[in-house]
């Protein structure tokens, strides 16, 4: 079944190839389109395009799909072009005829664009609330681990001291960056499209500020035109936020694998949460975070892949953002997925005490030495000339402690600081 038939019959393998994967995609949206034809039927009958007894056997109808949806038993089988043309169907199979008058003043273009917008917008405030919950999780190891000295790098090389509480609420604050790139994202999905039908509205008398109410959009898209421009930008916008926060992820996850290694073994991960080789007996492998890394860093194309099926497209509804769904349904379930374990995981981390006395350590200490002559007058340069000095003769004496005051450093991480700006950002949306 098409919502277009005509009556004339299309080309098999010109179907098949139109029709793609849509119907297995459809499956994440049913939940939405039944709401946006629910907010449909509703308006109908409000502004009498549809009887009161069409509306209410219509929405009864409704309630009964959501909960085949709930339950999922519902399903959309080859003979349906897409989730539109199944749910069409089985309301004609209900109530029938008013099932016939659901897709008045509507069209499958802000269908889809409906769906989208109600699905983006639950799906980024589950993530935002993943966010949420891993960086509270690595605000707590920041809080236990805060004295734990750790070794700082640059370009690969020793460089200065760092702390396990500096490493974990460096993630954490990350972290608050990618929310407020969600809040974007939320802000310019929450705008309903309903009503734009094919992109240039409708001449029947319906009320859009109706169904904006109704499906629980902060605002309306105003302009029909600019509601089917929504179409690739809403979903683009969402990923720049997911590839954001997997940047974020993938970054961590280097860092687990990195540090978890024998060469540099600063934490380690039960084994439990390990796997294993099939021919090396000793292998504990951190499978977890590579898998992670190289997930986040497949949805950190996103951007670009949805961006190249878009930007060249002129106004108005193009087939071509049926592709969409491809990028953006999977790479919402791999962010999820990605959060999801990191928390998992990152709970039960162990970190090393005592690593910093392992003698290739001393000169991280060799700013603190410097610092220390420029606080009894010596000139910096000078003061850096002599320590460096030092280091090649092999003199150098490490002082082996720190004692930095300013903001954000070692001494002074400003967790509290940290925690009121993840409080200021998150309800900015």
């Given at each position: 079944?098409?919502?277009?038939?005509?009556?004339?019959?299309?080309?098999?393998r010109?179907?098949?190839?139109?029709?793609?994967?849509?119907?297995?995609?459809?499956?994440?949206?049913?939940?939405?389109?039944?709401?946006?034809?629910?907010?449909?039927?509703?308006?109908?009958?409000?502004?009498?395009?549809?009887?009161?007894?069409?509306?209410?056997?219509?929405?009864?109808?409704?309630?009964?799909?959501l909960?085949?949806?709930d339950?999922?038993?519902?399903?959309?089988?080859?003979?349906?072009?897409?989730?539109?043309?199944k749910i069409?169907?089985?309301?004609t199979?209900?109530?029938?005829?008013?099932?016939?008058?659901?897709?008045?003043?509507?069209?499958?273009n802000?269908?889809?664009?409906?769906?989208?917008?109600?699905?983006l917008?639950?799906?980024?405030?589950?993530?935002?609330?993943?966010?949420r919950?891993?960086?509270?999780l690595?605000?707590?190891?920041?809080?236990?681990?805060?004295?734990?000295?750790?070794?700082?790098?640059?370009?690969?090389?020793?460089?200065?001291?760092?702390?396990?509480?500096?490493w974990?609420?460096?993630?954490?604050?990350?972290?608050?960056?990618?929310?407020?790139?969600?809040?974007?994202?939320l802000?310019?999905?929450?705008?309903?499209?309903?009503g734009?039908?094919?992109?240039?509205?409708?001449?029947?008398?319906?009320?859009?500020?109706?169904?904006?109410?109704?499906?629980?959009?902060?605002?309306?898209?105003?302009?029909?035109?600019?509601?089917?421009?929504?179409?690739?930008?809403?979903?683009?916008?969402?990923?720049?936020?997911?590839?954001?926060?997997?940047g974020?992820?993938?970054k961590?996850?280097?860092?687990v694998?990195?540090?978890?290694?024998?060469?540099?073994?600063?934490?380690?991960?039960?084994?439990?949460?390990?796997?294993?080789?099939?021919?090396?007996p000793?292998?504990?492998?951190?499978?977890?975070?590579?898998?992670?890394?190289?997930?986040?860093?497949?949805?950190?194309s996103?951007?670009?892949?949805l961006t190249?099926?878009?930007?060249?497209?002129?106004?108005?509804?193009h087939?071509?953002l049926?592709?969409?769904?491809?990028?953006?349904?999977?790479?919402?379930?791999?962010?999820?997925a990605?959060?999801?374990?990191?928390?998992?995981?990152?709970?039960d981390?162990?970190?090393k005490?005592?690593?910093?006395?392992?003698?290739?350590?001393?000169?991280?200490f060799?700013?603190?030495?410097?610092?220390?002559?420029?606080?009894q007058?010596?000139?910096?340069?000078d003061?850096?000339?002599?320590?460096?000095?030092?280091?090649?003769?092999?003199?150098?004496?490490?002082?082996?402690?720190t004692?930095?005051?300013?903001?954000?450093?070692?001494n002074?991480?400003?967790?509290?600081?940290?925690?009121?700006?993840?409080?200021?950002?998150?309800?900015?949306?």
């Open positions: 079944m098409k919502l277009w038939e005509k009556g004339i019959s299309t080309d098999k010109i179907e098949l190839f139109t029709v793609g994967n849509d119907r297995e995609l459809d499956v994440v949206l049913a939940k939405y389109d039944v709401l946006g034809s629910l907010a449909q039927a509703k308006m109908l009958g409000k502004v009498g395009l549809i009887s009161e007894k069409e509306k209410q056997d219509l929405v009864n109808a409704l309630h009964e799909i909960k085949d949806i339950n999922k038993t519902f399903q959309i089988e080859d003979k349906f072009e897409d989730v539109h043309s069409e169907f089985l309301l199979e209900k109530v029938g005829e008013a099932g016939k008058k659901i897709h008045t003043a509507r069209s499958r802000d269908q889809i664009l409906v769906d989208m917008h109600l699905f917008k639950d799906e980024l405030q589950i993530i935002k609330n993943q966010t919950a891993l960086f509270d690595l605000m707590d190891l920041a809080e236990k681990n805060k004295n734990v000295l750790l070794p700082g790098y640059t370009h690969f090389q020793i460089a200065m001291p760092s702390s396990f509480g500096m974990f609420s460096a993630y954490a604050e990350s972290l608050i960056d990618d929310i407020i790139l969600i809040n974007a994202a802000r310019i999905i929450d705008q309903n499209p309903l734009s039908a094919a992109g240039y509205g409708s001449s029947f008398p319906i009320d859009r500020t109706f169904t904006t109410k109704e499906l629980g959009f902060n605002t309306l898209k105003f302009n029909s035109v600019a509601a089917q421009m929504s179409r690739g930008k809403s979903e683009k916008t969402t990923a720049y936020a997911l590839s954001s926060l997997a974020t992820l993938s961590l996850a280097m860092d694998t990195l540090y978890s290694s024998q060469n540099y073994n600063f934490l380690s991960l039960p084994s439990r949460l390990t796997t294993g080789s099939s021919i090396m000793h292998k504990k492998n951190p499978d977890v975070f590579e898998l992670i890394r190289g997930k986040c860093n497949k949805i950190q996103l951007p670009y892949e190249l099926i878009t930007n060249n497209l002129p106004s108005g509804y087939r071509d049926q592709l969409l769904k491809e990028g953006i349904i999977p790479g919402i379930q791999n962010i999820k990605c959060l999801d374990m990191a928390h998992y995981s990152l709970q981390i162990q970190v005490d005592n690593i910093l006395d392992d003698p290739k350590y001393d000169y991280l060799t700013v603190e030495g410097l610092n220390e002559l420029v606080s007058g010596i000139p910096f340069r003061a850096y000339k002599l320590i460096a000095q030092q280091v090649e003769e092999g003199t150098f004496q490490s002082c082996k402690k004692s930095h005051t300013h903001e954000g450093s070692i002074n991480l400003c967790l509290e600081e940290i925690k009121m700006k993840m409080e200021s950002n998150w309800n900015t949306y």
